[in-house]
């Protein structure tokens, strides 16, 4: 695979980790842990995942230039600063809150989850609408 490909594996990654978070969240709402935990597993593995490609990609290639103008390009980085922003600040809650779920600290992981989970799930999602905006719009 060349290089330049990454960008849409980087994509497909971040999309599989926004359903297995979903799925996540839908099977602890269930109460059905032991499938959670192995959701939230595929999620933790799968983002790993993610940002190793991501650093490889974008140390070898950089970074691409939006080429849009006007309103879509104010909407683009409307979406793109607050996904850069929270994907920098959201990994070490991601990794505390995974290691809380694996420790079985049940209460600790639960509180920290309810505020991780979201923020994840919002850079999962925005990462995949600035791909599509980038590569496939312009």
Known sequence: MRIEH???VNAALNFISAILLTTGWILIKRKRIAQHRRVMIAAV???A???T???IYHANIGSK???GTGLIRAVYFTILIPHVLLAALTLPFIIVTFLRGLRRDDDRHRRMAR?????????SVSGVVVYVMLYHLY
């Open 49 to 51: 995942l993610f940002l």
């Open 6 to 8: 990454l960008a849409h």
């Open 65 to 67: 230039h939006f080429a």
């Open 115 to 123: 505020k991780t989970m979201p923020v994840w799930l919002f850079v």
């Open 45 to 47: 593995v799968t983002s």
């Open 53 to 55: 490609s991501y650093v």
